[in-house]
């Protein structure tokens, strides 16, 4: 067994204490980091960063951080989440050690759409249509996962096109 156990702390972010989410850092009796590459090679390739060693992905609408020796989770609902999602990790943690023989470990992260490369295809008007700020916020979010290009007004259907050329090379769960 890689992982005998964490201590958790549950929080408010402070930046927004009218959050009714919660965020948990769970500090690990052990260190974690050499089970890494196994794990990102079983999550099919989330980010991935060697120094130092943390995996990040997102897992049920949930940004989890694992690093040597920390497990950060945020937007819980409730610290009874935090303890299902801390006991599912330790539980892959485990069995990622186990079978580390039969697992050919990754130490690279998928690879992500380029924000300047969908910049490149927007109109660059910041007309705020989309409900972002400027064109380069939408980008961020787009290159994220988080928005499409039928969500941006002002694109054209050939710069459409090739955007989602673009981003259909991308896997976003």
Same mark, same amino acid.
Not at 11 to 23: A, D, E, I, L, Y
Not at 50 to 79: S, V, W
Not at 84 to 89: G, M, P, Q, T, V
């Given at each position: ?71 950060? /989770? ?6 009874? !989440?935090?303890? $299902?999602?801390? &006991?599912? +990790? *330790? ?11 039969? /697992? ?6 998928? !690879?992500?759409? $380029?924000?300047? &490369?969908? +910049? *490149? ?53």
């Amino acid at each position: 067994m890689k992982l005998t156990g964490y201590k958790k702390t549950i929080f408010r972010p402070k930046c927004n204490p009218k959050f009714t989410s919660v965020h948990c850092i769970a500090h690990l009796n052990e260190d974690v980091s050499d089970v890494l590459p196994y794990l990102n090679a079983l999550f099919g390739g989330a980010q991935y960063f060697n120094n130092p060693p943390e995996l990040l992905f997102l897992h049920h609408g949930k940004l989890i951080k694992i690093g040597a020796r920390e497990i950060a /989770i945020n937007a819980l609902r409730d610290e009874e !989440e935090a303890d $299902r999602i801390l &006991e599912w +990790l *330790k539980g892959e943690i485990n069995k990622a050690w186990e079978n580390r023989a039969s /697992i050919t470990p990754c130490y690279t992260g998928k !690879e992500k759409p $380029r924000v300047i &490369e969908i +910049l *490149k295809l927007l109109p660059k008007t910041n007309c705020k249509k989309c409900g972002q700020p400027t064109c380069m916020v939408f980008a961020v979010q787009m290159a994220e996962g988080g928005r499409t290009p039928d969500q941006c007004p002002e694109l054209t259907e050939e710069a459409r096109a090739k955007l989602n050329a673009y981003l259909s090379r991308f896997n976003f769960d």
